[in-house]
């Protein structure tokens, strides 16, 4: 029976905040009216609030004259991009309205900086942490000098290394020796090209396979999700460069096929020791929300933390609410309140495959052809496939006249549940073939080829 009535302010940039909605709104407990802070005229967002605002820049300052305005009937509000949780959306909105918000405070969004994090995993799991060396741009006079530095470093640890920004530059700033580039003047090039707007950091390469770790918090404790796999490159055989992640699995169990028990309870272990660092003693409610979304690197020599973010993964949180046995809203609510100590997901598998335009990922250099998408007929596939489909549009804007079109970054995704990765992988896919649209996919998001590749690869690095 929905009973009560709860107003819930979104802000939402893409796909993962229309995961949000749609979960919220799955509550059998509250009846939820949404008022959405949005980029763009998101469709499905429109479809579902209460009341929409767009604001394309997710401006801190206007989305809290959006919750004055409207403070009588939203009682609490949750943020996934990181944009306004760096810039502190959370202190200004409860400063300055009193409504609660679910994600870090400005202090904790420690995804603000790469260097920080290093620093942080060297005072407290430094084992987890590659060897790493910080390039300040406050600290060379010229060229030739930060030349000399880098080069210096490289005959300490090997040319093969990952050169980073400082600054969150959605994985696209970070270049790996190999992939990126194959020789020390190349690899200079690309340190320039960052350390023209940002401190670098170059660290060791690390080389194994990625997992993706993410935890809901209250401020007292850590309640580890189910773990994930993202797609960061573009192209099938992890090829092409980094993009904001073109998909990402879940299995029927809490960790990957190239995982074990054991890996998984490292990783907890690990970031269990880092939120007690930055909870200290007792409660600490400044990390409430996904204060930590951990990449990890599964190496033959164990676990690596390659970054750490302050918000929910887009698109690893699309593998996990849509299968979210508590209700989210009860779960937010705990958040809010001090008092989540579990939250329980069906034991499915599930794969996210996101629909991007021509020219995103470099698929195409340029394309400037039509970009009406249409999703007709995938939503008519939903009759086949019931709650085992879910289709959450992102980058995508609803005209006035009722036509949807696809804007620059990632237009859609669908979610396939299963009891198996094949299965949930042929949902995805089935929905995705059904997408009306001038765009592109990667085609082996939780393929048995890909999964299996990386077991063996992390057979053989274990020996
Ligand atoms: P990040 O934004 O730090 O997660 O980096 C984006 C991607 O670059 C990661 O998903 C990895 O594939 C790769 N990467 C980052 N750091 C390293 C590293 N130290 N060694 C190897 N690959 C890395
Ligand atoms: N999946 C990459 C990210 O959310 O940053």
């Known amino acids: 029976m929905r009973e009560e009535k709860v107003g819930i302010l979104v802000i939402s940039y893409g796909s993962r905040a229309a995961a949000m909605i749609d979960a919220l709104n799955r509550s059998e407990e509250y009846k939820v009216r949404f008022y959405v802070a949005d980029k763009q005229r998101n469709p499905f967002n429109v479809k579902h609030a209460a009341k929409h605002v767009v604001i394309p820049d997710l401006d801190i300052a206007k989305i809290c004259e959006f919750v004055k305005a409207n403070k009588a009937e939203i009682d609490f509000g949750i943020c996934g991009p990181e944009q306004p949780i760096i810039g502190g959306v959370r202190d200004v909105i409860e400063r300055e309205t009193g409504v609660a918000m679910i994600c870090p405070t400005k202090s904790y969004a420690i995804e603000e900086s790469k260097v920080a994090q290093r620093i942080l995993l060297d005072e ?11 390039f300040p741009r ?73 997992s993706s770790f993410q935890a809901f918090c209250d401020g007292k404790r850590l309640v580890p999700l189910p773990e994930t796999r993202d797609y960061k490159r573009a192209f099938d055989s992890d090829s092409g460069q980094n993009t904001g992640g073109m998909g990402s699995y879940k299995t029927e169990v809490d ?4 995982m074990n028990k054991k890996d998984r ?22 990390l409430r929300g996904v204060p930590l979304y951990i990449a990890f690197m599964h190496t033959g020599e164990g676990a690596k933390i390659l970054e750490i973010n302050s918000r ?38 599930t794969v996210v495959t996101y629909a991007v335009p021509m020219d995103y990922g470099g698929y195409r250099s340029k394309y400037s052809g039509d970009r009406r998408v249409d999703l007709s007929a995938v939503h008519a596939l939903q009759q086949k496939y019931g709650a085992d489909l879910r289709i959450y549009p992102g980058s995508m804007e609803l005209r006035a006249d009722g036509s949807t079109y696809a804007l620059g970054s990632r237009t859609v995704c669908t979610v396939g549940i299963g009891d198996t990765l094949e299965e949930a992988r042929e949902v995805s896919l089935d929905g995705i073939r059904h997408i009306d649209g001038a765009l592109w996919n990667r085609w082996e998001i939780g393929a048995e080829e890909h999964v299996g590749r990386a ?6 690095l274990r020996g």
């Open 124 to 134: 407290c799991c430094a084992d987890a942490n590659p060897k790493f060396k910080v």
């Open 265 to 286: 309870e490292e990783e907890e272990k690990l970031a269990q020791m880092l939120f007690r660092r930055l909870r200290g003693d007792g409660s600490n409610e400044g």
């Open 312 to 349: 929910p993964g887009d698109p690893e949180i699309l593998n996990i609410l849509p299968v979210l046995k508590s209700d989210f809203v009860d779960v937010c609510f705990r958040m809010i309140e001090g008092n989540l100590s579990s939250v329980e997901c069906e034991k499915k598998a």
């Open 455 to 460: 077991v063996r690869r992390m057979d053989e």
């Open 138 to 210: 406050a600290e060379y006079a010229s060229v030739s000098e930060v030349k000399r530095a880098v080069w210096q470093f490289l005959d300490e640890i090997g040319d093969e290394v990952a050169v980073k920004p400082d600054t969150p530059a959605a994985g696209k700033g970070v270049g790996v020796w190999g992939d990126h580039f194959t020789s020390r003047a190349l690899l200079f090039e690309h340190f320039m090209s960052v350390f023209e707007s940002t401190d670098v950091l170059i660290e060791e390469k690390v080389i194994g396979e990625e």
């Open 255 to 258: 960790w990957l096929p190239f």
